[in-house]
Structure formats: structure tokens, C-alpha cells
């Protein structure tokens, strides 16, 4: 009925809206999300780990058979990147490929695939779903922190440093020799790759 659309209209501008108005006053998510016209680094999906099996929404969703006549009906709200800065847009739903879901945008009908983690769903709770967001941000944080400190230090000059003692690696080839496993790679490529990695770790 024209009762219950309005209803649901009126519960999805809400519900917009709160998201806006939490998104942007959480600094991770206005940093990282709203702030750039893209997503750099690392994707973010990647460090979404809930289980696949556990997303009820997600697996409410037909897998995509491919076909041009998709019914698009389920209402959702959508991250979109396709038209400058990123910001939610209504959209609605028609089949899923693992957690891509294709979606097609209200406002000018356009379909495009989004990852899940930032599709939600109008019965999801919208704490729950943009605290999911902010957690996959953080791990993604840390993530690229790690590669950078190690790219850094990989690539620090080496010359000068004081080499690893006779007397250090023979202690330590007696102590990888103590290992059935390791033992049966001595006098091969493997072993002496080893000791190289032994000496890189050292001068690192």
C-alpha cells in the first residue's frame, strides 16, 4: 500500500541519514572513507573477517547467474565510488558473486558490482555494519604499517655493518642440524639459502 511505501521511504532516508551523521563524525571512517576520492593501498574487503557463512544477509542474496533481466528487489544503501567523492546512495540488489553484490543505483539506474563490507542492508543494525567497516580500516592500517616497516628496513644500506662470527653460525647450523627435518637438506640449494636468510635477518 501507499501507507507501508511511505513507511519504508521514510525509515530508509532515516537510517541514510544516520549513517552519514556517524561516518562522518568517526574520525577513522571520515580519514579513510570520505575524506579520499578513492580507497588507496591494500583492498578493504580483504581484511573483512567475518565468515562467509555467517553473513545471513549476504547468503539471502541469489548467486549471479550472469543474465541481463535480473530482478533488482532488494533496497539497500550503498558506498558509491563511481561519482567523485565516496558517499551513500540507495540502491537495490539482484544476485551476489561470493561477497560482490550486484547492485543497480536508484538515482540514475546505473548496475555495478560492491563489495559487501560496503553494502548494508535495511534490516541490518547500522552500528553493527559501520563498526564492521572500522575494524576491516584499522587491520588495514596495521597491515600497510608492517609492509612499510619492512620495505624500509629491507632496503637500508648494509655496508659497515659487523658480520655474524664464524663461531655465531657454526652454534647455529649445530642447533638447525638438531632437526631431523632440516638435517636432510644439508649440501642442498635449500640449506645454503638458509644461512643466507640467516645472515639477512641479522643485518636487518
Known sequence: TMRQKNGEAKLRWEQMRMMEDLALTNEVL????FEK??????PLPFFDQQPLSEDEHLNAIPEDDDSDSKNYGIEAIALRFSIGAP?????SIASRKARTISVK???DQVKEYVDRIFVFFLN??????????????????MAESYLRY??????MPIDGNA??????????NVSVLSSNKLLSLKGT???ENLTEEIMLDYNR
Open 30 to 33: 571520515r580519514k579513510e572513507i
Open 37 to 42: 576520492k578513492k580507497i588507496t593501498g591494500l
Open 87 to 91: 558517499s551513500w546512495r540507495n540502491c
Open 105 to 107: 543505483w536508484d538515482e
Open 124 to 141: 541490518e543494525d547500522v552500528h553493527c555494519f559501520l563498526n564492521r567497516m572500522i575494524v576491516c580500516i584499522q587491520e588495514k592500517r
Open 150 to 155: 619492512n620495505i624500509f628496513i629491507d632496503n
Open 163 to 172: 658480520n655474524l662470527g664464524d663461531e655465531s653460525l657454526k652454534r647455529i
Open 189 to 191: 640449494n635449500k640449506f
